[in-house]
């Protein structure tokens, strides 16, 4: 029994700036103390750096780290296993060409976000392209998960914009569609503080509904949603032989770094084109949640984070 023992504790503060605009969060830590007897001994923390190992071995106890947890090797024989077969993931983006070779002979279907005076509306509509941003992303998941379903919910225009509202009204019907994994190559960094928290209810409504969400972050840096949202996988790009490696950062908003430099991709007219961005980096996390799902249905989004992590190259 430990009596009287400190204890670190870790508040949150914040900088207390308008929502709108850059929000960073503070950590510091305080030692605590308890003035009454504890049950704990420090074998029953687990703890993941060498310095809490070494502290613990000085104690005279072990301690468990994360890897010892999760076995990397065997997340890797999960994405080696799976091909994506019945998983349904959505794509919202500007369209896709599904005539195009490399994905002509893909399993999908296709719908788009309307504007109506009543608010937005997803129809099913002809698959069709009018930026290639989304046949690009489209390639990108079936060359990892070529079984996958794939599902076009054309959000974006010709030039490449949308509104939030047809982003949510989009989640919406992806939550009552049963998706498994939403592809959301777009970053919206000018919403308002209440458009905001309308777009975090639906995507925390997905989130409970086990709906994986991979967003990408806004190229030029700048905050962007539904990418800075807890609940959905932020992604950024960075230069990697292939989609199985990748970064995954603790304590960023956006956590991951795929491959995302001049990355060969379909685009329309059975052209192929190169690109660096993060849009390109995007699909190929959700590729490889798509290879995971496969090999193992049902995982929740927090479990699909905790095997990122654990796959993670950080190279």
Known sequence: MLHGSRITAMKRQSDARDFSGEHNFHYRAEVV?????????????LRASGKDRQQSQAWGYDTVTFEDLIDRQKVMELVERGTGKGVKVGILDSGVDFTHPAIADVAHKSFEVREFPGGPVCQEAP??????????????????APEAILYNIKTLDETGSNSPAKVICAIQWAVANGMDVLNLSLASVNMSRNTIVDM???VEQAYYKGMILVAATDNRQKRGFPGDYSAVIGVDFQHFPDFKCFNYYLGRAVELEAKGVYVEAPFPGNQTIKTTCTSIACPHITGLVARILSSMPGLTPFQMKTLLLAARSNC
């Open 200 to 202: 975090l209810y639906w």
């Open 33 to 45: 103390d308890f003035p009454f007897e504890s049950p704990l001994r420090p074998c029953d923390v």
């Open 127 to 144: 698959g069709m392209d009018v930026l290639g941003h989304g046949t690009m992303c489209a390639g990108v998941i079936h060359s990892i």
